[in-house]
């Protein structure tokens, strides 16, 4: 099982990578290939808007330091998510990656027909660390919930800690680690995702 980790904290060490390397521990103790990028290391730019993916090309015409992350998409079997909520949302390294993956749809994605590149039925897991209570915020879900989808990615499984302020806040939140270890195991079994996120009102 190959697994591609992207961490879109500027913390290192801290909540989410901290619940994120619980959830890659197990995965590999059961064997798993594990590539990790942490985004706020790369030098890139967010999508330039140019088209260049709708028009002639399969991929991002960006050459940067996200190049090799969008690429190595396409053989990962799991992708893992951390991100700590910033402001009601991701962080803005994550949207800027989020944005890069435009490149992942087709020119007739809008159509809802053939819309993505990458092979589907990919496993998502989105770890998220917010200093809020763990109920709010679930309108960012249903967002990437539903891009990721687009992408082609399965419904997602969610490692979620609310309450988290400081970065070692995590450290007497055991049960969020053990949760990210079940998630892992559920992930490993290949089950469905047992997190419900409501889909998001496109009309
Ligand atoms: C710029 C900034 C904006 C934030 N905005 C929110 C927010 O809107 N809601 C929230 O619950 N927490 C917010 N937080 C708190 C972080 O989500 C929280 O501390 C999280 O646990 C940090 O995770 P990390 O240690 O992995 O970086 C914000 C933190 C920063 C630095």
Same mark, same amino acid.
């Given at each position: 099982?190959?697994?591609?980790?992207?961490?879109?904290?500027?913390?290192?060490?801290?909540?989410?990578?901290?619940? =994120?390397?619980?959830?890659?521990?197990?995965?590999? =103790?059961?064997?798993?290939?594990?590539?990790?990028? %942490?985004?706020?290391?790369?030098?890139?730019?967010?999508?330039?808007?140019?088209?260049?993916?709708?028009?002639?090309?399969?991929?991002?015409?960006?050459?940067?330091?996200?190049?090799? +992350?969008?690429?190595?998409?396409?053989?990962?079997?799991?992708?893992?998510?951390?991100?700590? +909520?910033? /402001? /009601?949302?991701?962080?803005?390294?994550?949207?800027?990656?989020?944005?890069?993956? /435009?490149?992942?749809?087709?020119?007739?994605?809008?159509?809802?027909?053939?819309?993505?590149?990458?092979?589907?039925?990919?496993?998502?897991? /989105?770890?998220?660390?917010?200093?809020?209570?763990?109920?709010?915020?679930?309108?960012?879900?249903?967002?990437?919930?539903?891009?990721?989808?687009?992408?082609?990615?399965?419904?997602?499984?969610? +490692?979620?800690?609310?309450?988290? %302020?400081?970065?070692?806040?995590?450290?007497?939140?055991?049960?969020?680690? +053990?949760?990210?270890?079940?998630?892992?195991?559920?992930?490993?079994?290949?089950?469905?995702?047992?997190?419900?996120?409501?889909?998001?009102?496109?009309?």
């Amino acid at each position: 099982m190959k697994i591609t980790a992207i961490f879109g904290s500027p913390v290192s060490k801290g909540n989410t990578e901290t619940m =994120a390397e619980a959830f890659l521990a197990e995965c590999a =103790a059961a064997g798993a290939d594990i590539t990790r990028w %942490r985004l706020n290391e790369l030098d890139y730019k967010g999508c330039s808007g140019c088209m260049g993916c709708k028009t002639g090309h399969e991929e991002c015409v960006l050459r940067d330091g996200l190049t090799p +992350v969008l690429r190595g998409l396409h053989s990962a079997d799991v992708v893992v998510i951390a991100t700590p +909520v910033y /402001f /009601f949302d991701v962080t803005s390294q994550l949207k800027g990656f989020i944005d890069r993956g /435009f490149s992942f749809l087709t020119p007739q994605w809008y159509k809802k027909k053939d819309m993505g590149r990458l092979k589907p039925g990919k496993e998502l897991v /989105f770890v998220v660390a917010q200093s809020g209570a763990e109920r709010v915020f679930h309108d960012m879900l249903q967002r990437y919930s539903a891009i990721f989808t687009a992408f082609g990615f399965k419904p997602l499984h969610l +490692v979620r800690g609310g309450r988290l %302020r400081g970065p070692s806040d995590i450290a007497s939140r055991p049960e969020l680690l +053990v949760l990210a270890r079940e998630k892992a195991r559920l992930v490993i079994a290949g089950a469905p995702s047992g997190d419900r996120i409501p889909e998001y009102n496109l009309d």
